[in-house]
């Protein structure tokens, strides 16, 4: 069954692997095919750039994020060779995938990208705000064709907080992760909202205020999202009257 399941992961049926997860539980979801480089399903679908793959692989309790396989190549070093930046979200937005894991040719996952000049994998890893070896990566990109690159790491290096907003804003990430931050608020605001969103959950005033209580303690920068989020609005400024609609329809897109 563990071949089965590298074949389907490499093809990208999610349907499949859905099947084996829950007719066959005992599938060792970290099986190494020793004739294919002594990769893992979870290697192959980076390998193939299968996003809604490695999504499902990542939230197999048993999955090994960190198995190498030949020429020690960890899934995170994989995508950042192959250099889809969706697989490369997933593995980096995962606290258990390890980043500093070395090739056999001493090269961790970002100096990877770098040397093969996966400009974009270096922006969504800044973008993430993972740590990462930046004197290294700068030292790598001089050797490159890729001035622009050398650029952006320098940039990164004096001014880090501009740098990723400024990407963030390129990758036109904030919305998503705005909305993120709206939905852990929305647990700290007792009575705000409950799971699945219901309309007579979401009561006036009151609760729009408790929301907005706690909104204020977080930076500025997401303040602004979050509120222009609620009412799906572009404006730093927001009309009382729109809070409660707001509130509603974004309880509609984040919780049913």
């Avoid at 190494?32 to 793959?53: P, S, V, W, Y």
């Avoid at 940039?155 to 992760?177: A, G, S, V």
């Avoid at 219901?198 to 303690?217: G, H, L, V, Y």
């Amino acid at each position: 069954m563990e071949h089965t399941l590298y074949f389907a992961t490499e093809i990208g049926d999610e349907k499949w692997v859905r099947k084996i997860f829950s007719e066959h539980p005992n599938t060792d979801v970290n099986w190494i095919n020793d004739l294919d480089f002594d990769r893992t399903a979870l290697h192959a679908a980076c390998q193939k750039g299968r996003e809604r793959m490695v999504s499902l692989l990542l939230a197999h309790p048993n999955i090994d994020v960190n198995r190498i396989s030949k020429f020690n190549y960890t899934p995170l070093i994989r995508v950042c060779i192959n250099g889809d930046i969706n697989c490369l979200r997933l593995l980096l937005d995962d606290p258990r995938v390890k980043l500093n894991e070395v090739s056999e040719t001493g090269s961790s996952a970002i100096i990877h990208a770098v040397e093969v000049e996966n400009f974009d994998s270096v922006k969504v890893w800044i973008a993430s705000g993972r740590e990462m070896a930046l004197e290294s990566a700068i030292k790598c990109a001089k050797r490159t064709t890729r001035a622009d690159m050398v650029l952006i790491l320098k940039k990164f290096r004096d001014k880090p907080e501009k740098t990723r907003h400024d990407i963030r804003l390129e990758l036109n990430w904030y919305n998503e992760r705005a909305a993120r931050f709206f939905c852990q608020v929305v647990f700290l605001c007792d009575g705000l909202l409950k799971i699945k969103g219901k309309d007579e959950d979401i009561s006036s005033a009151s609760n729009a205020s408790r929301f907005f209580r706690i909104a204020r303690k977080l930076p500025l920068e997401i303040q602004t999202i979050l509120c222009c989020r609620v009412v799906d609005s572009s404006e730093d400024i927001i009309p009382s009257k729109c809070i409660e609609s707001g509130f509603r329809e974004l309880a509609r897109a984040l919780w049913i």
